[in-house]
Each structure stands twice: as C-alpha cells, then as structure tokens.
C-alpha cells in the first residue's frame, strides 16, 4: 500500500510544471493606473497599410475615472496592450459607472494572423486575433 501510495504521488510532485509566461516591457507613465478590461470589440480582418480600430471597454466606479494612453509592445505578430489613466481628483463627478471605451488602432505592415493580447491590472488577458490580407 506504501508503494503504491508514492508512485501516485511523484506524478504530483514532478508533473505540474507552471508554463512561464513573460509579458514584454511596456511603457507606462508614472502615476497612471493600469486599468482593467472588460472585453474588446473590433475588426477581425483588415488589409496591409489600413488602420484597424478597436474598442477597449475598461470599468469605471465614477465620471471622472479616465484611460490617457493604450500602450504596447509587439513581438512578431503578438501584440501586447496595457491600458493606463486615473481619476481626476477637485473636480465634480458624476455617479455614473458607464465603462470608458478607448480606441486602440493598428496599421499592420505585412500579411499575416495578427494576435493582439489585451492586459488588465490583475494580468488577465483578452485575446483579439486579426487576419490580414
């Protein structure tokens, strides 16, 4: 039974590797927020040299919650985007928790399936693939 018990156990202890998955460096500006986001709506084709946009929806709690800047970084054909801004502070607000939508645009320069790999604060990822013709 003591043998038995071992052998089921070493598969645990050597089997479960966590895949490491590394993010590339993306600019932020000091003193933005990285804000979550919802979800991504947008274009799944295009053509090379044509702009294709997209909507970035990222939660608000007021009407002065704001996104300033959509980074990103691109390694191949994966591009990585962080969404970063804050929330104005002496200002009157509205109670209003309507999620902010930020146009995240994109040129492609070649042909190809393009993986656009959106990062909310907590690392999550909404993935939005784009075929160009």
């Known amino acids: 039974m003591k043998h038995l018990l071992f052998i089921l156990f070493i598969p ?3 089997g479960c590797k966590q895949s490491s998955f590394e993010i590339p460096t993306i600019e932020t500006q000091e003193g933005l927020f990285h804000w979550p986001i919802l979800k991504v709506e947008g274009q799944t084709s295009g053509s090379v040299d044509r702009t294709i946009s997209l909507d970035v929806f990222c939660p608000t709690s007021s009407g002065c ?3 300033s800047k959509l980074s ?3 390694e191949g054909n994966t591009i990585y985007i962080k969404a ?3 929330t104005l502070t002496n200002s009157p607000c509205t109670m209003a928790c309507v999620p ?3 146009k995240y645009e994109f040129t492609p320069v070649t042909k190809g399936r393009y993986t656009l790999k959106f990062i909310s604060g907590d690392n ?3 993935e939005h693939r784009i075929t160009v013709n």
């Open 12 to 14: 645990i202890l050597f």
């Open 65 to 67: 919650d704001y996104i």
């Open 72 to 74: 990103s970084a691109k």
């Open 84 to 86: 970063f801004g804050g």
């Open 100 to 102: 902010i939508v930020a």
């Open 124 to 126: 999550s990822i909404i």
